[in-house]
């Protein structure tokens, strides 16, 4: 084995490793970029198999290999929240898929194209599923969130819960658990931010919250026209009694089109809604049916 392949395959590994771990401004709902980091991990550790293939001893077999850089890739998502990056299985399955597309093996054996088609459809994969959602959620509107849609599985931001889904198809949004140094986590709901931000047209914002105690709660729906935490007076909040049992939730857009200070909203660029408990009581759970905007009659 000759000195300058060890070199390109240490500085290949080096250049994957600083590719991945430094920090980049990715915003968070930048969903297109998250999927081109899919593919580049895809690609990243495609070429760092094909570097240290030229390297690796014909008599072991390359499934060794495969497993060395599968456990890298697992390290590299372990560091990654840690140097301020985002992490996630996904990116892990990217990084090993490309992996084994050039470690060889079949039905993927050196030499042959098939590796060479497998490694592009992977690489695609992210891009092309991340089309597919937002027109999935394109189509859906003017439903903003219905439980079992994978384009609804995304783009959420929980405070202090977890989300899932009950066996009637409906959001459960339960609490999580205090940590041993810490107090309970304040206003604990769901955010979510859609893809369709127009809500011009519409006559009110529809769902339903189910309270499982006897003791009535106050939760709040939230509509922001402007990115990140606006102050309480830029963005629209309304506080609901909650009691025991299911509660419709209706408001006509004449409300959330003002903000809590009497602005009226830009109902063009919608960044986000959400429904979380105001109430300083602990949450179990509460279950939210599907959200959606009701048009209005004369709307086309």
């Not at 915003?27 to 760092?48: C, E, T, W, Y």
């Not at 042959?112 to 027109?135: I, Q």
């Not at 309270?211 to 026209?225: C, G, I, L, M, S």
């Amino acid at each position: 084995m000759r000195r300058p392949a060890w070199r390109r395959t240490a500085l290949a590994g080096t250049a994957v490793l600083v590719l991945l771990l430094v920090p980049l401004p990715l915003p968070k709902d930048s969903r297109m970029g998250h999927a081109a980091a899919g593919a580049v991990h895809v690609l990243l550790f495609a070429g760092l198999a094909r570097a240290a293939g030229s390297v690796w001893p014909e008599r072991i077999s390359r499934g060794f290999l495969w497993l060395g850089l599968a456990l890298l890739a697992a390290v590299v998502e372990t560091i990654q929240p840690l140097v301020g990056r985002s992490a996630g299985w996904a990116d892990w399955l990217y990084g090993a898929g490309g992996a084994a597309c050039l470690c060889g093996g079949w039905p993927l054996r050196p030499g042959t194209r098939r590796r060479w088609v497998a490694l592009g459809a992977l690489a695609l994969f992210p891009p092309v599923w991340e089309a597919a959602m937002w027109h999935q959620e394109i189509r859906a509107f003017p439903v903003l969130a219905q439980s079992g849609a994978w384009w609804a599985r995304r783009s959420w931001t929980l405070n202090g819960v977890d989300l899932s889904v009950d066996p009637h198809r409906r959001f459960k949004v339960a609490g999580r658990a205090a940590p041993d140094d810490g107090a309970p986590s304040p206003y604990p709901g769901v955010f979510r931010r859609g893809v369709h931000r127009d809500w011009r047209g519409v006559e009110s914002l529809r769902t339903a919250v189910f309270w499982p105690k006897t003791e009535p709660a106050v939760f709040a729906v939230r509509v922001d026209d402007r990115p990140g935490n606006p102050p309480y007076a830029e963005r629209f909040q309304k506080e609901l009694l909650i009691t025991q049992g299911w509660n419709v939730v209706e408001i006509p857009a004449a409300e959330f089109g003002r903000s809590a200070g009497g602005r009226p909203l830009n109902l063009e660029n919608v960044c986000q809604w959400g429904v979380f408990l105001v109430s300083n009581v602990p949450l179990d759970y509460f279950l939210l049916e599907p959200v959606h905007l009701v048009p209005a009659r004369n709307a086309p």
